[in-house]
């Protein structure tokens, strides 16, 4: 049987995740610089196992507008091309053989708002994972409260399942924010 704090530390848990995700699908939004976090998610064939590309080849911003990629082992070129292909982070792959460079074109406007409305997206998605959260601790306080919780520990319980939800929905308005001015501001 659970207790009241392993129900609050569940909730956090949950929200936790939620934060992290939201974070790393805000890093796999261009924000118009050649960075090679934007690679990070991007999984290669390599030797029959799905391996991170930056584990199989080195990843660096040539310059602000260019993404070189350098494999450690040359036969591995084509399968890169192929994990970017389908990672379908928007860039085509050029190869020379050696390496494979990706440019990052400049942002025009509607991108720009194309960008914003996908992080809000994100932002909306990542409160919808703190919702459920709450949702999910308030039914374990509510099952408590069958077994025997009191009334009154049971609406405190609640209350700060609430203001832990508060407090991460403020996180969540803090990287969407801060996420948005990076891309509006280029």
């Known amino acids: 049987m659970e207790t009241v704090d392993e129900v609050l530390e569940l909730a956090q848990m949950g929200m936790d995740e939620t934060i992290e995700r939201l974070s790393k699908n ?3 939004i261009q924000a118009g ?17 799905p391996t991170p590309l930056t584990q199989v080849a080195s990843v660096t911003a040539a ?12 036969n591995i070129l084509p399968d890169i091309e192929k994990a970017i292909f389908a ?18 074109p ?11 409305k996908q992080i809000k997206a994100e932002g909306e998605n990542a409160k919808i994972g703190l919702r459920t959260a709450r949702k999910s601790a308030n039914d374990g306080i509510k099952k408590l409260n069958k077994d025997g919780l009191s009334d009154d520990l049971a609406k ?8 832990l939800t508060n407090s ?19």
């Open 106 to 116: 400049p942002l025009t406007e509607e991108r720009r708002r194309d960008l914003a």
């Open 156 to 163: 405190d319980a609640e209350e700060s399942i609430q203001k």
């Open 87 to 104: 990672a379908n982070l928007g860039y085509t792959p050029q190869s020379d053989g050696e390496v494979i460079r990706l440019n990052i």
């Open 168 to 186: 991460y929905g403020d996180k969540v308005d803090k990287y969407i924010t801060a996420k948005e001015e990076q891309v509006l501001s280029l």
């Open 63 to 74: 310059d602000a507008r260019q993404l070189v990629i350098k494999p450690w082992e040359q």
């Open 26 to 28: 805000l890093e796999k």
């Open 33 to 49: 610089k050649a960075n090679p976090s934007m690679v990070k998610s991007v999984m290669v064939e390599y030797y029959g196992a």
